[in-house]
């Protein structure tokens, strides 16, 4: 009687244990079932932030469910991105993320206060590539690297920045420290801010990106200096503004912006976001947008994006 009971019993279990699992499967084939939110960790009007919103607008038509665009501001994002750990794998909010937070906070001062790391998070799609400029108070007449050393000798020059921990910080300490002159970063929550700044003379200077400095270089109030790239960009806007590469010095990157989910989040999960935001990149009106912003299409998947963290991370160790 008692061995007909106990194996009564595990047969129960093996049931349940069974329905668990296909509720499972079940839960992951019919994600989402539900609005996904997809949250920027940095300032609103913000490039980041804008692409965020823009891209929403297509989740219903590509996901089925709402993409719900919010944002979350601390120190230049580790505050969401250590906020977002309380999420469980296959959840409903993703985030984005940049190289900043994985490749550049972890390997300068202050590096022990970080309570996540890249292994944390699962990248699922680069969403764009763009590049940051260095522009100059327009009355300063600095409008490239040679008139900036002479400007900057005997001077502690002030560089706006978006935080002081991002990856607009590292490109100044590290241009500072190549070509010889003494800064001050001020940190502002987010890089409009920082511009606005740079044009009303509190600072010197600013790095952003060429779509946020485009109306101020446009009226002539600040003026481009460098752009940290490889090679230099000509534009209507951006006129022969020589990389930080062509002057023979090696801290640059590119930005990249990508979404994260928690790790362990399901590979079928994972595939189905990545398929609708290519077909969000994809659209003419997506397209247009981003030309429209100065910034490239880039889907890069997870293995290149962990190759470009890997590499801006060697380059800050190199140039801190």
């Given at each position: 009687m008692k061995k007909a009971v106990l194996v009564l019993l595990l047969a129960l279990c093996l049931l349940g244990t069974l329905g668990a699992a296909g509720t499972a499967e079940s839960s992951v084939d019919t994600w989402p079932s539900e609005a996904?939110?997809?949250?920027?960790?940095?300032?609103?009007?913000?490039?980041?932030?804008?692409?965020?919103?823009k891209a929403a607008t297509f989740g219903t038509e590509?996901?089925?469910?709402?993409?719900?665009?919010?944002n979350e501001l601390g120190a230049g994002g580790n505050?969401?991105?250590t906020n977002y750990l309380k999420n469980k794998s296959n959840s409903y909010n993703l985030i984005f993320g940049a190289e900043g937070a994985f490749?550049?906070?972890?390997?300068?001062?202050?590096s022990d206060a970080i309570q996540f790391t890249y292994d944390d998070f699962v990248p699922i799609i680069n969403l764009y590539s763009a590049i940051f400029v260095m522009t100059?108070?327009?009355?300063?007449?600095?409008?490239?690297?040679?008139?900036?050393?002479?400007?900057a000798q005997g001077k502690k020059i002030k560089i706006a920045v978006n935080g002081v921990a991002g990856s607009e910080a590292f490109l100044a300490k590290a241009l500072a420290k190549e070509l010889g002159f003494d800064?001050?970063?001020?940190?502002?929550?987010?890089a409009n801010l920082a511009l606005d700044a740079a044009a009303k003379g509190e600072t010197a200077f600013a790095i952003s990106h060429q779509s946020q400095a485009k109306g101020s270089v446009e009226a002539g109030i600040l003026k481009p200096v460098v752009v940290f790239d490889e090679k230099g960009v000509n534009n209507d806007v951006f006129k022969n503004v020589k990389g930080v590469g062509e002057?023979?010095?090696?801290?640059y990157f590119r930005n990249r912006c990508f979404i994260l989910a928690r790790k362990g989040t399901d590979q079928k999960i994972i595939d189905k976001v990545r398929n609708a935001y290519m077909t969000i990149l994809e659209k003419p009106e997506m397209v247009a947008f981003y030309k429209s912003m100065m910034i490239e299409v880039?889907?890069?998947d997870k293995a290149s994006i962990d190759q470009h963290i890997a590499s801006v991370a060697e380059i800050v160790k190199a140039n801190r």
């Open positions: 996904v939110t997809v949250i920027c960790p940095w300032a609103v009007g913000g490039v980041a932030d804008i692409v965020n919103r590509v996901l089925g469910q709402p993409i719900l665009a919010t505050v969401a991105l490749s550049i906070a972890p390997n300068v001062d202050g100059a108070d327009a009355k300063l007449n600095v409008t490239d690297l040679p008139s900036l050393k002479t400007y800064l001050e970063l001020v940190s502002y929550n987010g002057y023979g010095y090696t801290a880039d889907p890069m």
